[in-house]
């Protein structure tokens, strides 16, 4: 009697210990890669936050190569993890892994990029920050301190990334509602300082030392950053002679914010681990439709 | 031919420890649909390293095999979505690669040119290739890829063979066959192991010169074939590098740089060793991308070495008779 009731504290202390093993989630996360500054501070605050939300993140890091993310993907679907997190090197090329998910009933959530598949139930959100919004910030935030009235030089990202196009259209879509506003000069400095401090060279020579232009508007702050220096150079007071402002907010940034050299600079979240495990968790709590994009939301900063 | 065949041995005791050993760590590893993933994940490597593996064995090199996969995925991508016959298209870009590959081996022969430099300028011609037709990665929608795509072998134990994992089989039988039990697989070890003795018998250099980059043309095509049908998309930037993959993998297979020895099996064991590095750093983790390539970088070393070491004692051997 007595080895039974041992046996069954044993029993029921295994399935105590089993249990709480099962409790914590396991989340595969295949990342692009490592480039520029964005991306590894990125990775950094996913593997960090995890430990805060007691997730057992298995974190993988494709090189920039499409095979290594489906590779991976592969291998978390064999692991039986309860959750995948994609940050897509590509948009295409998605459709059979996804599948292959859906059959393992693993769900699978984009972080960043978007993917183009036939079937938009294969993922059930992306969540990532709105560039087409960040675009529009900028403008409200250059359209209510010129009143309204300002011509702008637009420092573009890279020829057609996400970031350069939906930047573009969402500053140009606030801009058209006011008359007196209006992009004079548009060039790409392709994200770079010395891309950025080329172009508004080139600008400064064209425009008679920026002579009428109110505002420089960049794609990124490291073009801004250049472009800062080029004027120095000229002899101009940049944030006080024109208004700069710019999205990202790197640590050179908020240096320049502090020094008056810029005005602006709307925020890309890196730390977004918190953004998007939260949403991860609720959903295997009780799976339910989500809107297909979730938007990180970033803030505007200005100088003192 | 124990000689011969030592290479091999080694590189199948190496898969084989680290798949016990990656097993011992994360038991699913032994689950057969890993087994799959590792087959079908690395299937276009392993094609790319087979037809790299004859190059090198006649003492060759060709490093237009990843802009190959490029160009070729890029451009079923634009002809299928210009609305012309799959299957049209496939046989049309194999027989580009073919053709290409022969055009490389001309060169090299007709002009006497290294064919580390013909072949660069293949890497630069067919990359630059890629991005004049499309610049950014392009969907792949036919219902001949769909059915590609959902071909899958069960195996016992809940994993699969897909279709790219079936193709690659077959090269790889085909590539035994023409290697070992065909004339211009003979000549392909002569060129490699003893060039004027080769030339002295009246060899037909050319010919043999353009059929062995044709040949190796061909199966980065079919590498390139099954990474597009794989992603279901042409993306310029596909297969970027993957000419050092593939030679890795040969030469894990225990395939000598120095040309004349090598099996073409030994790519299919070198392309698993490859995957499975890549799988157990996924499975770990923890471990950084980084860790893929330095692993990859110190067992090549390791080869290297053994390699060397092999054909030293065997030569001194054959001196001491």
């Known amino acids: 009697m007595k080895n039974l009731k041992l046996v069954a504290a044993v029993v029921a202390g295994a399935m105590m210990l089993a249990s709480t093993s099962a409790m914590a989630v396991t989340i595969g996360f295949s990342q692009v890669g490592d480039e520029g500054d964005w991306r590894p501070a990125f990775s950094k605050d996913m593997q960090d936050s995890a430990v805060e939300y007691g997730i057992d993140l298995k974190f993988a890091d494709a090189q920039g190569k499409q095979e290594e993310q489906l590779r991976a993907v592969r291998a978390f679907i064999a692991q039986g993890v309860d959750a995948i997190i994609i940050a897509p090197v590509v948009v295409t090329g998605w459709d059979q892994v996804l599948q292959e998910a859906k059959k393992a009933s693993i769900p699978v959530f984009l972080a960043d990029r978007d993917v183009e598949v036939e079937d938009n139930s294969l993922y059930v959100t992306r969540i990532s920050a709105d560039f087409n919004l960040e675009g529009k910030l900028a403008a409200a935030w250059l359209a209510a301190e010129s009143k309204g009235s300002c011509k702008v030089v637009e420092l573009q990202g890279t020829v057609g990334s996400a970031a350069a196009i939906e930047r573009q259209k969402g500053f140009q879509a606030v801009l058209d509602q006011f008359p007196a506003m209006e992009i004079v000069r548009s060039q790409s400095g392709d994200f770079t300082t010395e891309g950025g401090k080329q172009v508004m060279e080139a600008f400064i020579k064209a425009t008679n030392n920026l002579e009428g232009i109110c505002a420089s508007f960049a794609h990124n702050d490291n073009m801004q950053l250049g472009a800062i220096q080029a004027m120095k150079e000229a002899g101009l007071n940049p944030g006080t002679d024109v208004l700069m402002v710019s999205v990202d907010y790197v640590p050179a940034m908020i240096k320049a914010l502090e020094a008056g050299e810029a005005n602006a600079s709307v925020e890309l979240r890196s730390a977004i681990g918190k953004f998007i495990y939260p949403v991860v968790l609720d959903y295997l709590e009780a799976p339910k439709d989500l809107p297909k994009w979730i938007v990180i939301p970033g803030d505007l900063h200005t100088a003192k | ?321």
């Open chain 2, 1 to 321: 031919m124990r000689d011969r065949y030592l290479p091999l041995l080694a590189t199948i005791a190496v898969f084989a420890a680290l798949y016990i050993a990656g097993g011992m760590f994360y038991p699913r590893i032994f689950s057969s649909l890993v087994f799959g993933h590792l087959l079908a994940d690395n299937a276009f490597i392993i094609i790319a390293a087979i037809g790299v593996t004859f190059v090198i064995i006649s003492g060759g090199i060709d490093l237009s095999i990843g802009s190959m996969i490029g160009f070729v995925g890029v451009a079923m991508a634009s002809l299928i979505q210009a609305g012309w016959d799959p299957v049209l298209v496939l046989v049309l870009v194999l027989v580009f690669g073919l053709l290409y590959g022969a055009f490389q081996g001309f060169i090299i022969d007709f002009c006497d040119i290294q064919p580390f430099i013909a072949t660069l300028s293949g890497l630069f011609l067919l990359r630059g290739a890629c991005f004049m037709v499309n610049l950014n990665s392009t969907p792949i929608r036919s219902p001949f890829v769909s059915w590609f795509n959902n071909i899958y072998v069960d195996l016992p134990g809940g994993g699969f063979l897909t279709g790219g994992a079936l193709v690659m089989l077959f090269m790889l039988a085909l590539a035994i066959v023409i290697a070992h039990y065909t004339r211009f697989g003979t000549n392909v070890y002569a060129m490699g192991g003893d060039r004027p003795s080769a030339i002295l018998m009246g060899m037909p250099m050319r010919r043999t010169t353009v059929m062995i980059y044709a040949l190796a043309g061909f199966y980065s095509a079919v590498a390139g074939v099954i990474y597009a049908m794989n992603t279901s998309s042409g993306y310029p930037l596909a297969g970027n590098t993957l000419e050092l993959s593939a030679i890795a993998a040969s030469v894990l297979g225990g395939t000598m740089l120095t040309g004349g020895v090598g099996l073409v099996v030994g790519a299919l064991f070198g392309g698993m060793i490859l995957a499975l590095i890549s799988t157990i750093i996924i499975f770990n983790g923890s471990l950084n991308g980084a860790w893929i390539m330095i692993a990859t970088g110190f067992l090549l070393f390791a080869f290297i070495v053994i390699q060397r070491w092999i054909v030293s004692s065997f030569s001194s051997a054959a001196k001491a008779d």
